[in-house]
């Protein structure tokens, strides 16, 4: 069984580094757009409310006075006018704040506006904070679960997006990255056995499938892909990109992370009930598992549903004033692509129950007593 297992995961290891070789990006910068704007942090020294037009005596606008604390000129203050919309934030003294410098005179206030507000501080407690409690509850699985999410991302930011912008297929690289974090994953924080290249053949044929049925719903459907970020961002690099295959790139990468969720839980349900009962069978194992399936899963799909309608809830709010019936809503380009999306996803993710429950139903029950201990 083992051997098999390896016979079927090593030719699919090869694969994921064959295509890192071959869609490894070649290293030239991509070119910021023109329009690109230095960021510059300040803070907000004083603000007085004050006309958007001089003279004008209509108010409607507040004068930030900023001190830059670094940019062209650190330690200099100078005056921002900016609207009070409801469309626009609150700042406010003692704000810290970032400006955008367009490369203009850098003693020109209207070379600079202010953009942002500085929000590092804050994300660096959440984070040591976050860590803490995964430390706290996973003990050293924790500390392998946290070096499995830094190599995520580092795979992301190193390969997946410059792979892209260097004008690889969108859908071969998140396949790919996908596959890497994927194998890199699961085997760092669960460590190398059985049990975890039965998550990892589960994960492989679900993640298959949502490609699969991502590429032929994006065609029936006529999605282009061409929302209004791809579109900047097209605009952006001058270039032309693959709009759909950055869609089902998206749908690929968003379902991953669930798919190991409901993979991994369904393969430690099935080595638990095979521990407790040494001998149940293969059919026994998968009738048990299924029941603890059925549960998850149905938890886990409301999950990917309201993760992307909360991700969307600005553009479902703007489509609810609009005046459409619902079904011309939801055939809308923007709404019918998230529809797309989740029920690819959760297509998925519903056949990755049965899938892997009845890998690990087959492989567990040929492990032996010593192996399941492990």
């Not at 490894?24 to 510059?40: F, I, K, Y």
């Not at 976050?130 to 699985?141: K, N, P, Y």
């Amino acid at each position: 069984m083992r051997l098999l297992i390896a016979a079927l995961l090593v030719p699919c290891a090869l694969a994921t580094l064959i295509g890192l070789v071959v869609l490894w990006p070649d290293g030239v910068a991509t070119a910021p757009p023109a329009t690109a704007q230095t960021p510059v942090r300040a803070e907000v020294t004083a603000a007085q409310a004050t006309d958007c037009t001089p003279g004008s005596g209509e108010g409607g606008c507040v004068a930030l006075v900023v001190r830059m604390a670094d940019g062209p000129l650190p330690g200099r203050d100078l005056v921002q006018v900016v609207p009070v919309e409801p469309s626009t934030p609150t700042f406010g003294v003692g704000d810290d704040v970032v400006l955008g410098f367009s490369g203009g005179d850098p003693t020109d206030p209207g070379s600079y506006q202010v953009v942002d507000f500085q929000r590092s501080g804050a994300l660096v407690w959440l984070t040591v904070l976050f860590a803490a409690a995964v430390l706290v509850l996973g003990s050293w699985r924790g500390l392998a679960a946290l070096g499995a999410l830094v190599l995520s991302f580092v795979v992301l930011l190193g390969f997946v997006l410059p792979a892209i912008l260097d004008g690889r297929d969108p859908l071969a690289v998140a396949v790919t990255g996908s596959c890497v974090i994927m194998f890199a994953v699961l085997y760092l924080t669960h460590g190398p056995s059985a049990r975890t290249s039965t998550a990892v053949l589960g994960t492989l044929v679900s993640l298959a499938l949502i490609g699969v049925l991502g590429a032929l719903f994006s065609v029936a459907a006529r999605l282009t892909g061409l929302d209004e970020q791809t579109t900047t961002l097209i605009a952006s690099l001058g270039t032309g990109v693959d709009a759909r295959g950055l869609l089902l790139a998206g749908v690929v990468i968003g379902a991953l992370g669930v798919l190991d969720d409901v993979t991994v839980t369904q393969t430690s349900a099935v080595w638990e009930l095979r521990r407790a009962d040494p001998g149940m069978s293969a059919a026994g194992l998968f009738t048990a598992a299924m029941r603890i399936g059925r549960d998850h899963v149905a938890s886990a799909v409301n999950t990917l549903v309201l993760a992307y309608a909360g991700a969307s809830l600005p553009l479902l709010l703007l489509f609810s004033l609009s005046g459409q019936t619902l079904g011309d809503v939801a055939t809308s380009q923007a709404v019918a692509t998230e529809i797309v999306r989740t029920l690819v996803g959760s297509i998925g993710l519903v056949a990755s129950v049965p899938i892997t429950t009845a890998l690990a139903a087959v492989v567990a029950r040929r492990e032996s007593p010593e192996a399941l201990r492990v």
